[in-house]
């Protein structure tokens, strides 16, 4: 699988995420004018437009909010992995404050994925380079 566009399109603003994701750990920007959590990264708050952003870690379980079934890759470096699921995760702080993340769910029969599933995250290395995926809990 080709990473070459995912390595090509690191910033100052989401490297922190990267290299976070190869210390198996799951980070996002917290304001700290307003205390909204936002993934992806940004320059400003997406609610109050503050530039006070601190990056926290986010609790590695979730619940599956949605999923879709890929049946018809948009890419040729997915071919050989269709059918694969792709997820909305929603993981809470423990706070009440809710992020939802984009991920493969991996590992689990697609006739097992069904929303409202636990989910941990899981750091599987493409072509050495960490990413997140998550899978059954």
């Given at each position: 699988m080709n990473l070459t566009n995912i390595r090509t399109n690191r910033s100052q603003?989401?490297?922190?995420?990267?290299?976070?994701?190869?210390?198996?750990?799951?980070?996002v920007q917290t304001c700290q004018t307003c205390r909204t959590k936002q993934f992806y990264p940004r320059i400003i708050?997406?609610?109050?437009?503050?530039?006070?952003?601190?990056?926290?870690?986010?609790?590695?379980?979730?619940?599956l909010y949605s999923f879709t079934i890929v049946h018809r890759s948009p890419s040729q470096e997915y071919f050989p992995?269709?059918?694969?699921v792709?997820?909305?995760?929603?993981?809470d702080d423990g706070s009440g404050v809710c992020v939802q993340l984009f991920a493969n769910i991996v590992d689990v029969s697609i006739e097992e994925v069904q929303t409202g599933m636990k989910v941990k995250a899981t750091f599987p290395i493409l072509e050495d380079m960490t990413t997140l995926a998550f899978t059954k809990y």
């Open positions: 603003y989401n490297k922190v995420f990267w290299n976070a994701l190869s210390e198996e750990r799951i980070v708050c997406n609610r109050c437009q503050s530039d006070d952003l601190k990056w926290e870690d986010l609790p590695l379980v979730g619940e992995n269709v059918p694969y792709l997820g909305v995760v929603k993981i």
